[in-house]
T-cell receptor
């Protein structure tokens, strides 16, 4: 599996956009970029995933660079409830494939 | 929205005892997983299960662990003889596997404490 690198922590002001970077320079052609988050020891929660095109859903936007070696998760208007550990995970688009979690980025949204 | 549920939410047991952690995956999902997270550490994959058999397991998933889908709804993780180092949060997850949104949905977890 391609490995990912994320900053260990970042702060964000409430109401502002949070931009979470992830490097995955060894990503291969069939691997997708997935983002999950974990709020205070709850079960990980799926946010978004993409292959090469930018993606947007009700939670976030995912921007993947043209060479696919890095991506950015954007929370458009961060709220206090977005405080969590955010994980960037690269995996093949196969159903039967485990998720390999790293340490993630601890995002703290401040009022 | 359908959710993965897990019981119990907390379990305290004595070292050497057997524990069974229960999960009810989302209905019609075909792939099932167990993960664990020791306090302060990463979420670790334990095992994946499809078509009534284990499809992949990690080094952690040794002979002390087993999984079962005894009926059409439950998915269980059994630890035969618990050790202190088995204390962790255990998360169950399921995935549709039907060409729909291919992502794993996680339950809230069971916090296991081995004394």
């Amino acid at each position: 599996d391609a490995k990912t690198t994320q900053p260990p922590s970042m702060d964000c002001a409430e109401g502002r956009a949070a931009n979470l970077p992830c490097n995955h320079s060894t990503i291969s052609g069939n691997e997708y970029v997935y983002w999950y988050r974990q709020i205070h020891s709850q079960g990980p929660q799926y946010i978004i995933h993409g292959l090469k095109n930018n993606e947007t859903n009700e939670m976030a936007s995912l921007i993947i660079t043209e060479d696919r070696k890095s991506s950015t998760l954007i929370l458009p208007h961060a709220t206090l409830r977005d405080t969590a550990v955010y994980y960037c995970i690269v995996r093949p688009r196969s159903n039967d494939y485990k998720l390999s979690f790293g340490a993630g980025t601890t995002v703290t949204v401040r009022a | 929205e359908p959710e993965v549920t897990q019981t119990p939410s907390h379990q305290v047991t004595q070292m050497g005892q057997e524990v069974i952690l229960r999960c009810v995956p989302i209905s019609n999902h075909l792939y099932f997983y167990w993960y664990r997270q020791i306090l302060g550490q990463k979420v670790e994959f334990l095992v994946s299960f499809y078509n009534n058999e284990i499809s992949e397991k990690s080094e952690i998933f040794d002979d002390q662990f087993s999984v079962e889908r005894p009926d059409g709804s439950n998915f269980t993780l059994k630890i035969r003889s618990t050790k202190l180092e088995d204390s962790a949060m255990y998360f169950c997850a399921s995935l549709p596997g039907q060409g729909l949104r291919e992502t794993q949905y996680f339950g809230p977890g069971t916090r296991l404490l081995v004394l």
